[in-house]
Nanobody, 114 residues
Framework: QVRLVESGGGLVQAGGSLRLSCAAS????????MAWHRQAPGKQRELVAH???????YYSDSVKGRFTIARDNAKNTVSLQMNSLKPEDTAVYYC????????WGQGTQVTVSS
């Protein structure tokens, strides 16, 4: 089973930046589409961005132009650079593969103050 560990969250003011990282165990990481999701209090988990094994990316409309997803297959890591953060970006952020997720990690909390 693949183990996912997210890190890099924190408290930031609106307009600031954070970089999230996700480390995955297992040798099958490189062949999977990897994604970042987020879950705000009282809301369902939502897809934020994903990246294919070859580097093709997708972003939700809410983050397009502000967030950048990247991966390093040699290191089994996927990152999310978040710029121009807004209070509505406040959530717990999770990485996982799509469309069939592995067991979810603990996530990393991002809090954006206004």
């Amino acid at each position: 089973q693949v183990r996912l560990v997210e890190s890099g969250g924190g408290l930031v003011q609106a307009g600031g930046s954070l970089r999230l990282s996700c480390a995955a165990s297992g040798s099958i990481f490189s062949i999977n589409v990897m994604a970042w999701h987020r879950q705000a209090p009282g809301k369902q988990r939502e897809l934020v961005a994903h990246i294919s094994s070859g580097g093709a990316t997708y972003y939700s409309d809410s983050v397009k132009g502000r967030f950048t997803i990247a991966r390093d297959n040699a290191k089994n890591t996927v990152s999310l650079q978040m710029n121009s953060l807004k209070p509505e970006d406040t959530a717990v952020y999770y990485c996982n593969r799509v469309p069939i997720p592995w067991a979810w990690g603990q996530g990393t909390q991002v809090t954006v103050s206004s």
